[in-house]
């Protein structure tokens, strides 16, 4: 049984920062990745990472300002996020592939097969 908890969202002002974890438990992951998903909107890959080759990959809305990395002794996914902006303010969702097989964008829903259920980010202005 896949599991993935995140936590560390929270209300910030624009400029501030959060750091996101995502632990995980339960299988062999390959690709992780980070989403995110406001109100009213389609829910939207920010950051990507290859467990095994550690390539990364990042929206532009949030590269140079979002760092994504992977602890493989903690099985934990981590998400620092620096120099928020009020647009930044959705719900973030960790996100796991354990073979899909998708060769498609490495943001992209269909990518990944696991989930965990959110934690809410405010950046206020």
């Known amino acids: 049984q896949v599991q993935l908890v995140e936590s560390g969202g929270g209300s910030v002002q624009a400029g501030g920062s959060l750091r996101l974890s995502c632990a995980a438990s339960?299988?062999?992951?390959?690709?992780m990745a980070w989403f995110r998903q406001a109100p009213g909107k389609e829910r939207e890959g920010v950051a990507a990472i290859n467990i095994g080759g550690r390539s990364t990959y990042y929206s532009d809305s949030v590269r140079g300002r979002f760092t994504i990395s992977h602890d493989n002794a903690k099985k934990t996914l981590y998400l620092q996020m620096d120099n928020l902006k009020p647009e930044d303010t959705a719900m973030y969702y960790c996100a796991a592939d354990t073979g899909t097989g998708y060769g498609g964008s490495w943001l992209a829903p269909p990518g990944y097969n696991y989930w965990g259920q959110g934690t809410q980010v405010t950046v206020s202005s």
């Open positions: 339960g299988y062999t992951y390959y690709n």
